[in-house]
């Protein structure tokens, strides 16, 4: 663990997860997904690495940036029906290959039973979102989840976070947002919450070079954190 506590809120009430590459490593059936695509153009597979480093902005982002490693730069229109499809496929292998992170559960079980609001905040679509914590049993535990398509504008926007927090009733300063990269990083910045990035997931940089408020080795270090945090106050 590394970063000062000190800047994480004394007495957080609600606690912000990132899906892919927080809670759950969607890479191996995400990456299926574009190999599907890929093929159904004649186009040869990506490596597993080189699809974890295009998520992480959304669904259509993913696939322009497929389709440029192709060195095959889709036309808007082009990316239109190549998102849809995508879409198509990747409904079908939500959970196929996709695990949870190491400590997801135990952590959500942990912080619902320490009486944090939860909420899940990520730029997946909305229905992918929620069968995919269906499927893992976590739903009932999530106070809010906002997918990326049930905002205008998805992280590094503010808004889903802001959106999230609204329903559950909890200020941006009062709130923490869990996360794997710097899209979170940057949502979390713009909307007045504090961040902490979890080592493991999908970032392209180093993620102690973020300057996020908490750097955890797992998800696990969190409620002991939060715990100390709160006897602290
Ligand atoms: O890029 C996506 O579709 C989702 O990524 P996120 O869960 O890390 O926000
Ligand atoms: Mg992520």
Redesign the pocket.
Known sequence: MSADTNKLPDAPRAILF?????LVDSAPDIAASVNELLAGRDLPPLSLAQVKSM?????K??VERAFAASQTPLTKAELEDASAEMAAIYRNHLTELTELMPGAQETIAQLHVAGFALGVV???PQVATRQILLHFGLTDRLGVIVG?DAVSHM?PAPDSLLLALERLGVEPAMALMV???V?DFEAARAAGVPVALVRGG?SKVPIDDLGADLVCESLLDLPAILRQRENAA
């Not at 990132?18 to 927080?22: I, K, P, R, Y």
């Not at 998520?55 to 669904?59: K, S, Y």
């Open positions: 990132d899906l892919d590459g927080t998520i992480g902005n959304g669904l982002k993913l990520t730029n997946k990326g992280k996360g794997d990269s899209t999908y």
